[in-house]
């Protein structure tokens, strides 16, 4: 059993619903403070934080549906870091992956990267909209690409969120070179240990608390 502190030092907590509020966000960083978690996820919208201490600022960009042209993810990008985001989780063209268009779906990905400067990217790939060979030819192009992270799912899309099984053919594919960030309806700590299992570096969860206070 992976200890409390251990989890924790792997969370990104997670607030990107399109109803959440202002003071959602500082209920946020207050109880990511609370329980020790390493970073915070908000929507860009709501950059810059408010007093995050020493949370890492994470932010999404081209979310959930991935398709918005690349350049102008790569101005959201940019803009996210001005705001104050250290890392940016980026949604591929999942439709590029599914049609075989890995040399744009690399591109799109590039210009996120190197807008977002000194800021760490993560690439979220919608796992569970792919095939394994899709799954594996996106981690390949991320790794190419620049990304410091390949991400299994946004939590938003009808297909599913992170399984064990992605989770442990992302890390297969990018070894201990990038990390690994499992998120989407991961809401116990029995599922968090399985994607930490399954070779998970850092998870995206909402339902930090009840996971931590099970733990």
Known sequence: MTSRTDVAAMI???LLKPEATPADVDALVAEAKELGVLAICVSPSMLPVTDPGELVVA???GFP?????PEIKAAEAKQAVADGAAEVDMVINIGQAVAGDFDGLEADIRG???ASGDAVVK???????????QIVEACRRSEAAGAGFVKTSTGFHPAGGASAHAVSLLRETVGDRLGVKASGGIRTAEAAEEMIAAGASRLGLSGSAKILNSL
């Open 59 to 61: 932010t999404v960009v």
């Open 12 to 14: 990104d907590h997670t």
């Open 65 to 69: 549906s991935g398709q918005v042209k």
């Open 123 to 133: 690439v979220i790939i919608e796992s569970a909209a792919l095939t394994d060979e």
């Open 112 to 114: 996120v990267v190197e």
